[in-house]
Protein backbone atom coordinates (compact mmCIF):
# COMPACT_ATOMS: atom_id res chain seq x y z
CA UNK A 1 0.00 0.00 0.00
CA UNK A 2 1.36 3.36 -1.09
CA UNK A 3 2.08 6.42 1.76
CA UNK A 4 0.39 9.34 0.80
CA UNK A 5 1.93 12.01 2.29
CA UNK A 6 -0.40 15.36 2.68
CA UNK A 7 1.29 19.43 2.92
CA UNK A 8 1.33 18.80 6.99
CA UNK A 9 3.04 16.03 6.76
CA UNK A 10 5.86 16.95 4.71
CA UNK A 11 6.08 20.39 6.90
CA UNK A 12 5.85 17.96 10.05
CA UNK A 13 8.74 15.62 8.41
CA UNK A 14 10.84 19.22 7.76
CA UNK A 15 10.44 20.50 11.20
CA UNK A 16 11.44 17.19 12.74
CA UNK A 17 14.16 16.73 10.50
CA UNK A 18 15.42 20.41 10.96
CA UNK A 19 15.37 20.11 14.86
CA UNK A 20 17.40 17.16 14.84
CA UNK A 21 19.94 19.08 13.15
CA UNK A 22 20.13 21.30 15.34
CA UNK A 23 20.38 19.55 18.16
CA UNK A 24 22.88 17.44 16.81
CA UNK A 25 25.05 20.66 15.83
CA UNK A 26 24.89 21.45 20.11
CA UNK A 27 27.38 19.37 21.81
CA UNK A 28 27.24 21.43 24.92
CA UNK A 29 25.45 23.63 27.10
CA UNK A 30 26.68 26.18 29.78
CA UNK A 31 24.85 28.46 31.64
CA UNK A 32 26.63 32.34 31.55
CA UNK A 33 26.11 34.54 33.79
CA UNK A 34 26.15 36.69 37.23
CA UNK A 35 23.20 34.71 38.36
CA UNK A 36 25.20 31.42 38.29
CA UNK A 37 28.42 30.22 40.42
CA UNK A 38 30.82 30.67 37.26
CA UNK A 39 29.67 34.39 36.58
CA UNK A 40 30.16 36.11 33.37
CA UNK A 41 32.98 33.74 32.51
CA UNK A 42 32.49 32.23 28.93
CA UNK A 43 35.89 30.66 28.29
CA UNK A 44 35.05 28.72 32.28
CA UNK A 45 31.53 28.71 32.58
CA UNK A 46 28.77 26.42 34.49
CA UNK A 47 28.56 23.30 32.19
CA UNK A 48 25.22 21.76 31.87
CA UNK A 49 24.99 17.91 31.84
CA UNK A 50 23.06 15.76 28.73
CA UNK A 51 20.97 12.79 30.41
CA UNK A 52 18.88 11.30 27.72
CA UNK A 53 17.31 14.01 25.55
CA UNK A 54 17.68 16.81 28.22
CA UNK A 55 20.55 18.65 29.11
CA UNK A 56 20.47 19.61 33.20
CA UNK A 57 22.73 21.07 35.92
CA UNK A 58 21.64 21.60 39.82
CA UNK A 59 22.93 24.60 42.16
CA UNK A 60 22.27 27.97 43.54
CA UNK A 61 20.92 30.73 41.66
CA UNK A 62 21.76 34.22 43.00
CA UNK A 63 20.07 37.37 41.99
CA UNK A 64 21.26 38.24 38.68
CA UNK A 65 20.69 37.32 35.43
CA UNK A 66 22.04 34.69 33.25
CA UNK A 67 21.96 33.00 29.26
CA UNK A 68 23.31 30.42 27.90
CA UNK A 69 25.74 29.08 25.34
CA UNK A 70 26.79 26.65 23.25
CA UNK A 71 30.54 26.81 23.33
CA UNK A 72 33.42 26.98 25.20
CA UNK A 73 35.59 30.34 23.80
CA UNK A 74 37.28 32.87 25.31
CA UNK A 75 35.07 34.88 22.35
CA UNK A 76 31.46 35.73 23.41
CA UNK A 77 30.72 36.10 19.20
CA UNK A 78 31.97 32.22 18.55
CA UNK A 79 28.79 30.25 18.65
CA UNK A 80 25.22 30.25 19.28
CA UNK A 81 23.73 31.53 22.33
CA UNK A 82 20.29 30.40 23.94
CA UNK A 83 18.73 34.16 25.01
CA UNK A 84 15.53 34.35 26.91
CA UNK A 85 13.16 34.89 24.20
CA UNK A 86 12.18 38.66 25.41
CA UNK A 87 14.53 40.74 27.67
CA UNK A 88 15.07 40.82 31.73
CA UNK A 89 12.42 37.12 31.34
CA UNK A 90 11.81 36.18 34.82
CA UNK A 91 12.77 32.59 35.33
CA UNK A 92 8.93 31.05 35.50
CA UNK A 93 8.87 32.02 31.68
CA UNK A 94 10.17 28.53 29.69
CA UNK A 95 10.77 30.24 25.97
CA UNK A 96 13.55 30.70 24.23
CA UNK A 97 15.40 31.71 21.32
CA UNK A 98 18.77 31.08 20.06
CA UNK A 99 20.67 33.87 18.57
CA UNK A 100 24.26 33.61 16.26
CA UNK A 101 27.21 34.82 17.86
CA UNK A 102 27.17 38.70 18.87
CA UNK A 103 23.97 39.40 16.81
CA UNK A 104 21.41 39.61 19.09
CA UNK A 105 19.17 40.11 20.56
CA UNK A 106 20.95 39.82 24.06
CA UNK A 107 18.02 38.71 26.03
CA UNK A 108 18.65 36.98 29.21
CA UNK A 109 16.41 35.19 32.33
CA UNK A 110 16.47 37.61 35.37
CA UNK A 111 16.57 35.98 38.98
CA UNK A 112 15.02 38.63 41.53
CA UNK A 113 15.77 38.25 45.16
CA UNK A 114 12.84 36.64 45.83
CA UNK A 115 13.96 33.95 43.68
CA UNK A 116 17.37 33.22 45.48
CA UNK A 117 17.81 29.33 45.77
CA UNK A 118 18.72 26.48 44.93
CA UNK A 119 17.39 24.87 41.43
CA UNK A 120 17.72 22.43 39.30
CA UNK A 121 17.64 23.88 35.23
CA UNK A 122 16.45 21.48 32.47
CA UNK A 123 16.77 22.44 28.79
CA UNK A 124 15.01 20.35 25.73
CA UNK A 125 16.00 21.41 22.53
CA UNK A 126 13.74 18.70 21.09
CA UNK A 127 10.69 20.92 22.62
CA UNK A 128 12.79 24.03 23.02
CA UNK A 129 11.71 24.86 26.55
CA UNK A 130 13.70 25.56 29.31
CA UNK A 131 12.16 24.54 32.97
CA UNK A 132 14.07 26.01 36.90
CA UNK A 133 12.59 23.98 39.37
CA UNK A 134 13.24 25.35 42.67
CA UNK A 135 14.71 22.60 45.33
CA UNK A 136 14.58 24.43 48.39
CA UNK A 137 15.21 28.33 48.85
CA UNK A 138 18.18 27.85 50.91
CA UNK A 139 22.05 27.55 49.27
CA UNK A 140 24.39 25.61 51.02
CA UNK A 141 27.61 27.46 51.67
CA UNK A 142 30.33 26.34 49.29
CA UNK A 143 32.60 29.42 50.07
CA UNK A 144 36.30 28.57 51.11
CA UNK A 145 37.67 30.65 54.43
CA UNK A 146 41.57 30.18 53.56
CA UNK A 147 43.41 29.30 50.82
CA UNK A 148 47.75 28.88 51.05
CA UNK A 149 50.78 28.10 49.24
CA UNK A 150 53.97 26.74 50.78
CA UNK A 151 56.06 28.50 47.91
CA UNK A 152 55.44 31.88 46.90
CA UNK A 153 52.31 34.08 47.09
CA UNK A 154 49.19 33.98 46.15
CA UNK A 155 47.82 37.09 44.55
CA UNK A 156 45.61 39.16 44.88
CA UNK A 157 45.04 38.50 48.58
CA UNK A 158 42.29 35.74 49.73
CA UNK A 159 38.49 37.19 49.40
CA UNK A 160 35.88 34.23 49.54
CA UNK A 161 34.16 36.40 46.24
CA UNK A 162 37.67 35.93 44.05
CA UNK A 163 37.43 32.42 42.21
CA UNK A 164 40.58 33.19 40.23
CA UNK A 165 43.93 33.53 42.14
CA UNK A 166 48.12 33.49 40.92
CA UNK A 167 51.25 31.87 42.25
CA UNK A 168 54.58 32.81 40.91
CA UNK A 169 57.50 30.23 42.41
CA UNK A 170 61.20 30.59 41.24
CA UNK A 171 62.82 28.99 38.78
CA UNK A 172 63.66 25.06 39.95
CA UNK A 173 60.21 24.75 41.99
CA UNK A 174 59.29 20.94 41.63
CA UNK A 175 56.15 20.97 43.35
CA UNK A 176 53.93 23.15 45.73
CA UNK A 177 51.45 22.28 48.57
CA UNK A 178 48.26 24.15 48.19
CA UNK A 179 46.12 24.04 51.50
CA UNK A 180 42.31 24.96 51.05
CA UNK A 181 40.10 24.84 54.29
CA UNK A 182 36.18 25.52 54.09
CA UNK A 183 33.56 28.21 55.66
CA UNK A 184 31.45 25.53 56.40
CA UNK A 185 33.11 22.20 58.04
CA UNK A 186 30.55 19.81 56.45
CA UNK A 187 31.46 21.00 53.32
CA UNK A 188 34.42 19.36 51.21
CA UNK A 189 37.10 20.27 49.09
CA UNK A 190 38.51 18.61 46.26
CA UNK A 191 42.10 19.48 44.26
CA UNK A 192 44.39 21.07 46.97
CA UNK A 193 47.44 18.99 48.47
CA UNK A 194 50.54 18.73 46.80
CA UNK A 195 51.09 20.13 43.15
CA UNK A 196 53.35 18.35 40.52
CA UNK A 197 55.21 21.36 38.67
CA UNK A 198 57.24 18.91 36.87
CA UNK A 199 55.88 19.34 33.22
CA UNK A 200 55.66 23.69 34.25
CA UNK A 201 52.90 25.63 34.18
CA UNK A 202 49.79 24.43 35.80
CA UNK A 203 46.59 25.40 36.55
CA UNK A 204 44.74 23.88 39.59
CA UNK A 205 40.78 23.03 40.02
CA UNK A 206 40.23 23.32 43.83
CA UNK A 207 36.36 22.42 43.88
CA UNK A 208 34.22 22.87 46.92
CA UNK A 209 30.84 20.98 47.56
CA UNK A 210 28.09 21.94 49.99
CA UNK A 211 26.80 19.91 52.76
CA UNK A 212 23.46 18.98 50.57
CA UNK A 213 25.91 17.64 47.57
CA UNK A 214 24.33 19.89 45.11
CA UNK A 215 25.93 23.21 45.00
CA UNK A 216 29.36 23.63 43.88
CA UNK A 217 31.65 25.81 43.64
CA UNK A 218 35.27 26.02 41.78
CA UNK A 219 38.09 28.31 42.76
CA UNK A 220 41.10 28.53 40.04
CA UNK A 221 44.98 28.91 40.96
CA UNK A 222 47.34 29.62 38.19
CA UNK A 223 50.88 28.68 38.93
CA UNK A 224 53.71 30.27 36.74
CA UNK A 225 57.28 28.86 37.06
CA UNK A 226 59.31 32.68 36.75
CA UNK A 227 62.97 32.70 35.61
CA UNK A 228 65.51 34.49 37.32
CA UNK A 229 64.57 38.13 37.00
CA UNK A 230 61.68 37.61 34.41
CA UNK A 231 58.60 39.44 35.30
CA UNK A 232 55.89 37.65 33.21
CA UNK A 233 56.51 34.49 31.30
CA UNK A 234 53.70 35.75 28.65
CA UNK A 235 52.39 38.22 26.18
CA UNK A 236 49.10 38.26 24.15
CA UNK A 237 47.36 41.06 21.94
CA UNK A 238 43.61 40.85 22.46
CA UNK A 239 40.74 42.60 21.11
CA UNK A 240 39.28 43.44 17.64
CA UNK A 241 42.12 45.41 16.30
CA UNK A 242 44.55 41.67 16.70
CA UNK A 243 44.15 38.61 14.09
CA UNK A 244 42.88 36.62 17.04
CA UNK A 245 40.07 38.92 18.33
CA UNK A 246 37.82 39.14 21.38
CA UNK A 247 39.49 35.35 22.57
CA UNK A 248 41.38 35.30 25.78
CA UNK A 249 41.14 31.30 25.71
CA UNK A 250 43.48 31.66 22.59
CA UNK A 251 44.53 34.87 22.05
CA UNK A 252 47.57 36.37 19.54
CA UNK A 253 50.59 35.31 20.99
CA UNK A 254 54.19 37.15 21.17
CA UNK A 255 57.90 36.28 21.14
CA UNK A 256 59.63 36.23 24.29
CA UNK A 257 63.67 36.84 23.83
CA UNK A 258 65.80 34.35 24.69
CA UNK A 259 68.64 36.54 26.25
CA UNK A 260 65.97 39.28 27.59
CA UNK A 261 63.03 37.63 29.16
CA UNK A 262 61.19 41.10 29.65
CA UNK A 263 61.13 41.55 26.28
CA UNK A 264 58.74 40.67 23.75
CA UNK A 265 57.96 41.09 19.82
CA UNK A 266 54.97 40.23 17.37
CA UNK A 267 54.52 41.53 13.96
CA UNK A 268 51.38 40.78 11.74
CA UNK A 269 48.31 42.78 10.19
CA UNK A 270 46.42 44.82 12.98
CA UNK A 271 42.52 45.96 11.88
CA UNK A 272 40.63 49.01 13.00
CA UNK A 273 39.63 48.49 16.47
CA UNK A 274 40.46 47.97 19.82
CA UNK A 275 43.84 46.66 21.26
CA UNK A 276 45.43 45.84 25.10
CA UNK A 277 47.89 43.01 26.16
CA UNK A 278 47.14 39.90 28.56
CA UNK A 279 49.85 38.32 30.62
CA UNK A 280 47.67 34.92 30.58
CA UNK A 281 45.19 33.30 28.47
CA UNK A 282 41.91 31.06 29.90
CA UNK A 283 39.17 33.54 32.05
CA UNK A 284 38.92 37.69 31.59
CA UNK A 285 39.89 37.67 35.25
CA UNK A 286 42.77 35.29 35.13
CA UNK A 287 45.66 37.55 35.35
CA UNK A 288 47.34 40.91 34.47
CA UNK A 289 46.31 42.89 32.22
CA UNK A 290 48.60 45.69 29.98
CA UNK A 291 46.22 48.62 29.55
CA UNK A 292 46.60 51.90 28.06
CA UNK A 293 46.85 55.08 30.26
CA UNK A 294 43.81 56.96 28.80
CA UNK A 295 40.83 55.52 26.33
CA UNK A 296 41.38 55.42 22.87
CA UNK A 297 45.54 55.53 23.29
CA UNK A 298 46.94 56.19 19.66
CA UNK A 299 49.62 54.11 18.54
CA UNK A 300 52.48 56.77 19.38
CA UNK A 301 51.84 56.39 22.77
CA UNK A 302 52.89 53.08 24.62
CA UNK A 303 52.56 54.25 28.05
CA UNK A 304 50.54 51.33 30.25
CA UNK A 305 49.35 50.96 33.13
CA UNK A 306 49.31 46.80 34.52
CA UNK A 307 45.90 45.92 36.24
CA UNK A 308 44.95 42.44 38.00
CA UNK A 309 41.60 41.00 37.04
CA UNK A 310 39.14 42.62 35.42
CA UNK A 311 39.43 46.35 35.07
CA UNK A 312 35.69 48.73 35.49
CA UNK A 313 34.80 50.26 32.60
CA UNK A 314 35.75 53.24 33.38
CA UNK A 315 39.52 52.09 33.72
CA UNK A 316 39.99 49.49 31.11
CA UNK A 317 41.81 51.73 28.50
CA UNK A 318 43.09 50.33 25.25
CA UNK A 319 44.81 51.41 22.28
CA UNK A 320 42.87 52.54 19.20
CA UNK A 321 44.21 51.61 15.69
CA UNK A 322 42.48 53.35 13.21
CA UNK A 323 41.82 52.77 9.50
CA UNK A 324 44.27 54.28 7.94
CA UNK A 325 46.42 52.58 10.30
CA UNK A 326 45.17 49.34 8.78
CA UNK A 327 48.35 47.04 7.62
CA UNK A 328 51.36 45.12 9.18
CA UNK A 329 52.71 46.23 12.33
CA UNK A 330 55.76 45.34 14.39
CA UNK A 331 55.01 45.61 18.16
CA UNK A 332 57.72 45.32 21.12
CA UNK A 333 57.02 44.93 25.16
CA UNK A 334 59.71 46.15 27.24
CA UNK A 335 58.69 45.30 30.51
CA UNK A 336 62.01 46.16 32.40
CA UNK A 337 61.35 49.90 30.80
CA UNK A 338 57.67 50.00 30.81
CA UNK A 339 57.36 50.92 27.18
CA UNK A 340 55.48 49.64 24.49
CA UNK A 341 56.47 50.94 20.78
CA UNK A 342 54.50 50.18 17.73
CA UNK A 343 56.60 50.26 14.51
CA UNK A 344 54.41 50.50 10.81
CA UNK A 345 55.37 48.18 8.06
CA UNK A 346 55.03 49.70 4.65
CA UNK A 347 53.18 48.21 1.90
CA UNK A 348 54.04 48.74 -1.17
CA UNK A 349 55.92 45.61 -1.72
CA UNK A 350 59.03 43.90 -0.17
CA UNK A 351 62.26 42.40 -1.40
CA UNK A 352 63.24 39.44 0.06
CA UNK A 353 66.45 38.06 0.23
CA UNK A 354 66.05 35.68 -2.73
CA UNK A 355 65.48 39.20 -4.63
CA UNK A 356 61.74 37.98 -5.20
CA UNK A 357 59.15 40.76 -4.79
CA UNK A 358 55.68 40.49 -3.95
CA UNK A 359 53.58 43.27 -5.29
CA UNK A 360 49.86 44.48 -5.69
CA UNK A 361 48.75 46.94 -8.99
CA UNK A 362 46.71 48.76 -9.46
CA UNK A 363 46.01 50.41 -5.75
CA UNK A 364 43.75 52.41 -6.00
CA UNK A 365 41.60 49.81 -8.16
CA UNK A 366 38.30 50.35 -9.68
CA UNK A 367 37.77 46.87 -11.63
CA UNK A 368 40.52 44.71 -11.25
CA UNK A 369 43.96 44.27 -9.56
CA UNK A 370 47.14 41.94 -10.15
CA UNK A 371 48.96 40.07 -7.69
CA UNK A 372 52.53 39.44 -8.77
CA UNK A 373 54.81 36.91 -6.80
CA UNK A 374 58.05 37.79 -8.08
CA UNK A 375 59.62 34.60 -8.38
CA UNK A 376 57.11 32.68 -6.19
CA UNK A 377 54.93 30.48 -8.08
CA UNK A 378 52.71 29.39 -5.66
CA UNK A 379 50.79 31.57 -2.81
CA UNK A 380 47.56 32.27 -1.06
CA UNK A 381 45.63 35.27 -0.89
CA UNK A 382 43.52 36.16 2.02
CA UNK A 383 40.62 39.04 1.88
CA UNK A 384 39.84 41.17 5.02
CA UNK A 385 37.25 43.56 6.19
CA UNK A 386 38.53 46.71 7.81
CA UNK A 387 36.80 45.29 11.24
CA UNK A 388 39.09 41.68 10.30
CA UNK A 389 36.63 39.67 9.15
CA UNK A 390 37.60 37.01 6.45
CA UNK A 391 35.30 37.21 3.03
CA UNK A 392 37.50 35.74 0.61
CA UNK A 393 39.98 33.28 0.26
CA UNK A 394 41.87 32.21 -3.06
CA UNK A 395 45.14 29.88 -3.89
CA UNK A 396 47.36 31.21 -5.79
CA UNK A 397 49.12 29.04 -8.49
CA UNK A 398 50.96 31.41 -11.22
CA UNK A 399 53.42 33.99 -10.37
CA UNK A 400 50.53 36.63 -11.37
CA UNK A 401 46.60 36.03 -10.52
CA UNK A 402 44.03 38.77 -11.75
CA UNK A 403 41.03 39.52 -9.69
CA UNK A 404 37.79 41.26 -10.25
CA UNK A 405 37.47 43.70 -7.36
CA UNK A 406 33.68 43.41 -7.44
CA UNK A 407 33.20 39.90 -6.93
CA UNK A 408 35.40 40.45 -3.39
CA UNK A 409 34.06 43.82 -2.01
CA UNK A 410 32.15 47.03 -2.90
CA UNK A 411 33.90 50.39 -2.78
CA UNK A 412 36.30 51.55 0.03
CA UNK A 413 39.13 49.78 1.93
CA UNK A 414 39.76 45.88 2.02
CA UNK A 415 43.09 44.58 3.16
CA UNK A 416 44.80 41.77 1.41
CA UNK A 417 47.18 38.88 3.06
CA UNK A 418 49.24 37.59 0.14
CA UNK A 419 51.56 34.45 1.57
CA UNK A 420 53.76 32.25 0.00
CA UNK A 421 55.46 29.19 1.42
CA UNK A 422 58.13 31.49 3.48
CA UNK A 423 56.93 34.87 2.90
CA UNK A 424 53.76 37.15 2.87
CA UNK A 425 53.03 41.04 3.55
CA UNK A 426 49.89 42.72 3.78
CA UNK A 427 47.96 45.49 1.21
CA UNK A 428 45.51 47.93 2.13
CA UNK A 429 43.78 48.46 -1.24
CA UNK A 430 41.27 51.13 -1.95
CA UNK A 431 38.41 49.88 -4.31
CA UNK A 432 36.41 52.88 -5.88
Known amino acids: MKQKFTFKMVCTILFISMVSLVNAEITELNLVGDAVPAGWSVSNPTPMTLNGDVWEWSGALKAGSLKISTFTDGDWCYGQWLNAAVADQPIAEASYIITEGCDGPDNKWVVAEGDVGTYKVTVNLTTETIVFELLTSEVADVTLSGLTASVGTLTPDFDQ ?14 SVEINATTTDPEASVEGDGVIDLSEGDTIVAIEVTGKDQINKFTYYVSISIVEEGEIYSALYLVGDASPAGWNISDPEPMIQDEENLNLFTWQGDLFAGELKFSTFTGDWCDGDWLLATA ?47 FDYQEVTGIEYNDHSLINLYPNPATEYFTIDLGTQSQGSLDVYSVDGRR ?26 RVSTKEFSKTFRLSVQ
Do not use: M
Open 391 to 416: IHHAVLNESKSIFNVKELSGSGLIIL
Open 161 to 174: SVKNFFLSVPAGTT
Open 295 to 341: ADQTLDHGEYTIYTGCAPEEEDFKWRVSEEQIGEWIITVDLENELIS
